[in-house]
């Protein structure tokens, strides 16, 4: 019984076949490509107000030669917060679910802005290994810390994007059976379950959203050390 | 956990990474904004009165 709650992140396949590339390949039927006009349809300025926003709010901060990283980093944002939205709806696989992907996202990235920032200022990036101002004697211990920490992010990265994910809809699935099973013999409590089930959904859509938002302003910050 | 089965972790990430790298940037590039229009250099021309006629 335990088992079963895991089930519904397998990896699915059908005869074979695996459908993880149909869950990564279909949402972006969802973004039409913008052609050569001025005026287009709700569906394209809603997105390009999105995109607009979302750049004029990372890249703000940053110095002009990360923004390079524009393109990058949209879509990693798009990537993320569709799939993830996508994933509440019934029936649908999450893929960011599986931490392959996220890692597959995070480590790449992160290891390019670390190594951006070795070849073009290594003075600069060894010294956020050491904040300002610690005590002489401090200093050893301090550098071994910062250095697991530097090693840490991709792995905490990944992990944070997957575990938020997974717990969502691990409790999604187990307060829906709660509900379901709670019905034809304590149809009060089955109501209060169901309640609770919406207010989960809602909290939810808002932690799809947000840990999409959060993996790639953790990567731009650390563009932002390095470039 | 089914999420720690290596058995489809290659093919996730390069299908992943591939389809991040080709299908998303150009939908993403394509969206293009038009530069604010500045009020001071509008000029507002003088027309003169239609003195031709009709035919």
Not at chain 1, 79 to 108: C, D, E, H, K, R
Not at chain 2, 1 to 22: D, H, K, V
Request: with cysteine; proline share 9%; charged share 5%.
């Amino acid at each position: 019984m335990m088992l079963n709650l895991f089930d519904q992140f397998m990896s699915p396949t059908l005869l074979g076949i695996p459908l993880m590339l149909l869950a990564l390949s279909l949402p972006w039927v969802l973004y039409p490509k913008p052609l050569k006009r001025w005026l287009n349809n709700r569906t394209l300025t809603i997105q390009s107000w999105f995109i607009n926003n979302f750049i004029k709010q990372i890249f703000l901060p940053m110095n002009t030669e990360g923004h390079k990283w524009a393109m990058l980093l949209t879509s990693l944002l798009i990537f993320l917060i569709t799939l993830n939205l996508l994933g509440l709806l019934p029936y649908t696989f999450t893929p960011t679910t599986q931490l392959s992907l996220n890692m597959a996202f995070a480590t790449p990235i992160w290891l390019t802005t670390v190594i951006l920032g070795m070849r073009k200022q290594p003075t600069h990036s060894l010294g956020h290994l050491l904040p300002e101002g610690t005590p002489t004697l401090l200093i050893p211990i301090l550098v071994v810390i910062e250095t697991i920490s530097l090693f840490i992010r991709p792995l905490a990265l990944g992990v944070r994007l997957t575990a938020n994910l997974t717990a969502g809809h691990l409790l999604i699935q187990l307060i829906a059976s709660g509900a379901y099973f709670l019905f034809p013999l304590m149809p009060a409590v089955a109501l209060l379950t169901s309640t609770l089930l919406f207010l989960l959904t809602l909290l939810e859509v808002a932690v799809a959203m947000i840990q999409a938002y959060v993996f790639v302003l953790l990567l731009s910050l650390y563009l932002q050390e390095n470039i | 956990m089914p999420q720690l089965n290596p058995n489809p972790w290659f093919m996730i990430m390069t299908f992943a990474w591939l389809l991040f790298l080709i299908v998303i940037p150009p939908k993403v590039l394509a969206h293009t904004t038009p530069n604010n229009a500045l009020p001071q250099k509008v000029v507002c021309s003088r027309t003169e009165s239609w003195v031709w006629p009709w035919y």
